[in-house]
């Protein structure tokens, strides 16, 4: 029997290219949390990179030069690659793939060029002291992000790690969940963890009295939740009252059925157009963390509230394009998906649309007006897909009894382009 071919991996760059590049995680412990290898990476970089703070705390190992990050920080990524095929050694908080310069630096320079000597992240350093099983844990990042993203996690009986920005963060966080309704929840603020300054301190969300603050450090949330609490299932098709809006937004009923018609898949590119209230874009995003959505709504107005609604939703990275399609389509990265919910029928949108539509693409469509039922009814007889026609009728009193309003009907197309 032959032998199965030998792949030639000698012009790979896994092949050709050495560990250049080393990572190393540094706490807050500084020097003395450092095993022997990195201290003798450290010492021997004839260049090592870090923000002010790892600089400070590896200071008594390193011989080379020091480099603080730059703003904005690319041109300091720019000046690691360009030393490439040199020992180059960064410095980065706890696990540098964990919100880390890490996973930045991978995006630009491949694996098997750098070496990384993680140290325990805050989320794990955080679980330790509590007592927490981490993977049963949310873990949010809000170092230099909305708090508003801490929104989705807010489970009654949840446990939820947030990483935040700076002093004033877990007082802000204490703010946001007592103004949602989530006052009585424990927050525990775990400081400087690992280092001399390390303090951990309970505090009740609603009576937050916590001063002096170290800039870093992890609040741990008890989440409990008062009767009136914005808590956001994690069923789509959320109840209209959960959402800000004018009477322009894809009701309840048929926006489960439309998400389940998009059909969602980690790390896609939605576009909403015609948006109305953001709803459809907003559930899309609330679907999985890596979701991206872009909602092109004409009115002013309504675009504000789609912001708000975002932001409330706790999925501000929700982009909003004010602009009448088709001319607002212009420019706007390739979606996997696009709803259109508004605006259908105005010439040149569905075929704009249909052409923006990458290949393997999604597209739905929902009308109520017998024009854009039209529009719908030629696209399917030329192009094919799912045609349905959905009614739906709400029970409603009726003098001293109760009888059924009928909705207006909605005829639903949904097309894959081949």
Request: aromatic letters at 4%; glycine letters at 12%.
């Amino acid at each position: 029997m032959r032998g199965l071919p030998v792949a030639d991996m000698s012009n790979s760059v896994s092949a050709i290219a050495a560990p250049w590049l080393t990572i190393i995680g540094i706490g807050e412990d500084g020097v003395a949390g450092l095993g022997d290898e990195a201290k003798q990476l450290v010492a021997t970089a004839p260049v090592v990179f870090g923000g002010v703070r790892h600089l400070e705390l590896a200071a008594p190992l390193i011989r080379g030069e020091g480099q603080v990050w730059q703003s904005p920080f690319e041109r300091s990524i720019e000046a690691i690659v360009a030393r490439r095929g040199s020992p180059v050694v960064v410095l980065g908080s706890g696990d540098p793939f964990l919100y880390g310069v890490g996973a930045t630096l991978a995006r630009r320079i491949d694996p098997s060029e750098m070496r990384t000597i993680p140290a325990p992240s805050a989320f794990s350093l955080a679980a330790s002291r509590l007592g927490w099983a981490l993977q049963d844990v949310a873990a949010v990042s809000l170092h230099g992000r909305p708090l508003d993203l801490v929104r989705p996690h807010l489970q009654p009986e949840g446990r939820v790690l947030a990483l935040t920005s700076d002093a004033n963060g877990p007082r802000a966080l204490a703010e946001l969940l007592t103004e949602s309704g989530f006052g009585r929840s424990r927050i525990t603020v775990l400081e400087a963890l690992g280092g001399e300054r390390e303090r951990i301190s309970r505090q009740v969300a609603a009576d937050f009295a916590l001063e002096e603050i170290h800039s870093l450090n992890v609040c741990a949330i008890e989440v409990i939740g008062e009767a009136h609490a914005r808590v956001l299932p994690l069923a789509c098709g959320l109840d209209d009252a959960l959402f800000e809006h004018d009477g322009q937004i894809t009701k309840r009923e048929m926006r489960a059925l439309t998400l389940s018609a998009l059909a969602p898949r980690r790390g896609e590119l939605l576009w909403d157009i015609g948006a109305g209230s953001g709803s459809i874009a907003i559930e899309w995003m609330l679907s999985d963390p890596a979701m991206r959505a872009i909602a092109i709504e004409a009115s002013p107005e309504r675009a504000a509230r789609i912001g708000r609604n975002a932001a409330s939703f706790g999925v501000p990275g929700l982009v909003v394009v004010e602009g009448q399609a088709p001319d607002a389509l212009r420019g706007l990265p390739e979606p996997h998906v696009i709803f259109i919910g508004g605006g259908g029928s105005e010439p040149g949108v569905m075929d704009a649309a249909i052409a923006e539509l990458r290949s393997g693409g999604r597209l739905v469509a929902n009308a109520v007006t017998t024009e854009m039922e039209a529009v719908l009814l030629a696209h399917h007889a030329r192009l094919g897909g799912s045609l349905i026609r959905i009614d739906i009728a709400r029970a409603s009193p009726v003098g001293t009894m109760t009888g059924w309003r009928p909705a207006m009907p909605v005829t639903h197309w949904s097309w894959t382009k081949a």
